[in-house]
């Protein structure tokens, strides 16, 4: 189940200070003037073994004359749309502002659960400040302090709580889910209408975890997924609503409720920013990844054309780059079958567990002959390699000094482990710990 929690509130409240807290990073900057944020921001976080993404919003801002502001107020109402959970943050410094009254306006017509997150509560003296808040009605008021992270505790404790009563686990939930994501109009909806258009009776649909999105058995020809349609789910009402940010969050929702995820890039466009952006979270969540160039049909070609587009789009997709990258046309049908097939094998590999012992035969002597640099005269020796349960591959390297573990080795290992053991379109996680 997806779970994606929007923060919102009026510019300057803290709200990239607590996006910092939840995902334990410093991607937001944070600044003392409103309208810092602009840019939307996603990050992951885990609380009590329950993982979730945080969608760090701009400040909601109405009748100003900063051309960005409308852009930003347009994201916020859109990043209301599409959270499981709603934190709402308000200064008890300041108390309620009219700026504060107008995102309650917008909260009130949404039936997502909504948390108060009453910020700035540095100190004891400004405990018990924040109980004008319960008389917005829109539900329960946290004391809380982004800075230091007094309250938050408390806060993720409900919210975790409202994520595990939505889980939902379908009969078809041991089957591959297999999502089709990219930038709006790179031929998703064509795509899937290739596969399961001509005959009808192989398709039957699943009420869908998400809103606004169907979930399609596909049981033909040796293959049994889950399709996960992320095509045709934004309305025409919608399209002129800031279509890079509504596309990329929609990606999110699709991607986190998935297993393998075929990217779909437009072959006369080439991979945008935008495409990137939805790779990258594919990487993050540890997907299987498909590469699928679509409207190969539309390009002028020579025996060099496809080597060529390939090595291009390899570089761009550095350092995770080890992807199965499939040239196809949802309106000739080229290849499609071969996507299926890439894809299906992309999943197997994303479930391969190795057997320990064997594990242990190949990469011991890859570690003897090439042993990890010695550091300040210590010499590093790994002992062992153990395979983590985990849904996506993780390796665990028990070692004497794990600390003095290089990147350019770790990078050496993965690919060492590419090489012995089929992962090709999965990205890999290694750890090293102390033995």
Same mark, same amino acid.
């Given at each position: 189940?997806?779970?994606?929690?929007?923060?919102?509130?009026? #510019?300057?409240?803290?709200?990239?200070?607590?996006?910092?807290?939840?995902?334990?990073?410093?991607?937001?900057? *944070?600044?003392?003037?409103? $309208? *810092?944020?602009?840019?939307?921001?996603?990050?992951?976080?885990?609380?009590?073994?329950?993982?979730? %993404?945080?969608?760090?919003?701009?400040?909601?801002?109405? @009748?100003?004359?900063?051309?960005?502001?409308?852009?930003?107020?347009?994201?916020?109402?859109?990043?209301?749309?599409?959270?499981?959970?709603?934190? =709402?943050?308000?200064?008890?410094?300041?108390?309620?502002?009219?700026?504060?009254?107008?995102?309650?306006?917008?909260?009130?017509?949404?039936?997502?659960? !909504?948390?108060? $997150?009453?910020?700035?509560?540095?100190?004891?003296?400004?405990? $018990?400040? %924040? %109980? &004008?808040?319960?008389?917005?009605?829109? @539900?329960?008021?946290?004391?809380?302090?982004?800075?230091?992270?007094?309250?938050?505790?408390?806060?993720?404790?409900?919210?975790?709580?409202?994520?595990?009563?939505?889980?939902?686990?379908?009969?078809?939930?041991?089957?591959?889910?297999?999502?089709?994501?990219?930038? #709006?109009?790179? $031929?998703?909806?064509?795509?899937?209408?290739?596969?399961?258009? &001509?005959?009808?009776? +192989?398709?039957?649909?699943?009420? @869908?975890?998400?809103?606004?999105?169907?979930?399609?058995?596909?049981?033909?020809? @040796?293959?049994?997924?889950?399709?996960?349609?992320?095509?045709?789910?934004?309305?025409?009402?919608?399209?002129?609503?800031? +279509?890079?940010?509504?596309?990329?969050?929609?990606?999110?929702?699709?991607?986190?409720?998935?297993?393998?995820?075929?990217?779909?890039?437009?072959?006369?466009?080439?991979?945008?920013?935008?495409?990137?952006?939805?790779?990258? !979270?594919?990487?993050?969540? /540890?997907?299987?990844?498909?590469?699928?160039?679509?409207?190969?049909?539309?390009?002028?070609?020579? /025996?060099?054309?496809?080597?060529? =587009?390939?090595?291009?789009?390899?570089?761009?997709?550095?350092?995770?780059?080890?992807?199965?990258?499939?040239?196809?046309?949802?309106?000739?049908?080229?290849?499609? /079958?071969?996507?299926?097939?890439?894809?299906? &094998?992309?999943?197997?590999?994303?479930?391969?567990?190795?057997?320990?012992?064997?594990?242990?035969?190949?990469?011991?002597?890859?570690?003897?002959?090439?042993?990890? #640099?010695?550091?300040?005269?210590?010499?590093?020796?790994?002992?062992?390699?153990?395979?983590?349960?985990? /849904?996506?591959?993780?390796?665990?390297?028990?070692?004497?000094?794990?600390?003095?573990?290089?990147?350019?080795?770790?990078?050496?290992?993965?690919?060492?482990?590419?090489?012995?053991?089929?992962?090709?379109?999965? #990205? +890999?996680?290694?750890?090293?710990?102390?033995?």
């Amino acid at each position: 189940m997806s779970n994606i929690i929007a923060i919102v509130g009026r #510019p300057n409240v803290g709200k990239s200070t607590l996006f910092n807290r939840l995902t334990e990073s410093r991607k937001a900057i *944070v600044k003392e003037v409103s $309208g *810092v944020t602009r840019d939307r921001i996603y990050g992951r976080g885990e609380w009590c073994g329950t993982e979730f %993404s945080v969608i760090d919003t701009g400040g909601y801002v109405q @009748g100003s004359d900063d051309i960005f502001e409308d852009e930003i107020a347009k994201q916020v109402k859109i990043a209301i749309e599409e959270a499981n959970v709603i934190i =709402f943050m308000v200064d008890v410094m300041t108390g309620i502002t009219d700026l504060d009254d107008a995102v309650v306006n917008i909260l009130r017509k949404t039936d997502k659960k !909504i948390f108060i $997150g009453a910020n700035k509560v540095d100190n004891t003296d400004r405990i $018990g400040l %924040s %109980s &004008e808040f319960w008389g917005l009605g829109l @539900g329960n008021v946290y004391d809380l302090s982004a800075v230091n992270g007094s309250g938050t505790g408390e806060l993720l404790d409900d919210i975790v709580k409202e994520f595990e009563q939505d889980e939902d686990i379908d009969e078809e939930e041991n089957l591959p889910k297999i999502a089709f994501v990219g930038r #709006p109009n790179v $031929g998703k909806s064509s795509m899937i209408n290739a596969l399961i258009g &001509e005959d009808r009776n +192989i398709v039957t649909n699943i009420s @869908g975890t998400t809103r606004d999105s169907i979930n399609t058995r596909y049981n033909a020809y @040796g293959f049994d997924f889950v399709i996960i349609d992320t095509a045709g789910i934004r309305k025409k009402a919608k399209v002129t609503e800031d +279509i890079e940010y509504y596309s990329v969050l929609r990606s999110i929702r699709t991607i986190e409720n998935s297993d393998v995820c075929v990217f779909m890039i437009d072959a006369e466009e080439g991979i945008q920013k935008q495409d990137l952006n939805i790779f990258y !979270i594919c990487e993050k969540n /540890h997907k299987g990844v498909v590469v699928l160039v679509n409207k190969w049909d539309l390009i002028e070609k020579d /025996h060099t054309t496809t080597k060529a =587009f390939e090595e291009k789009i390899r570089e761009q997709l550095a350092p995770f780059n080890n992807v199965p990258i499939i040239f196809t046309s949802a309106l000739t049908k080229q290849r499609i /079958h071969k996507a299926l097939e890439t894809t299906m &094998e992309v999943y197997e590999n994303r479930i391969r567990k190795i057997p320990t012992s064997v594990l242990n035969d190949v990469m011991q002597e890859v570690m003897e002959h090439n042993p990890p #640099p010695s550091v300040k005269g210590k010499f590093i020796k790994i002992k062992f390699v153990s395979q983590l349960p985990t /849904h996506a591959p993780a390796f665990a390297f028990f070692c004497n000094l794990p600390q003095y573990i290089r990147d350019d080795y770790k990078r050496f290992l993965e690919n060492k482990l590419r090489e012995n053991f089929d992962f090709e379109g999965v #990205p +890999i996680r290694i750890f090293f710990r102390k033995k």
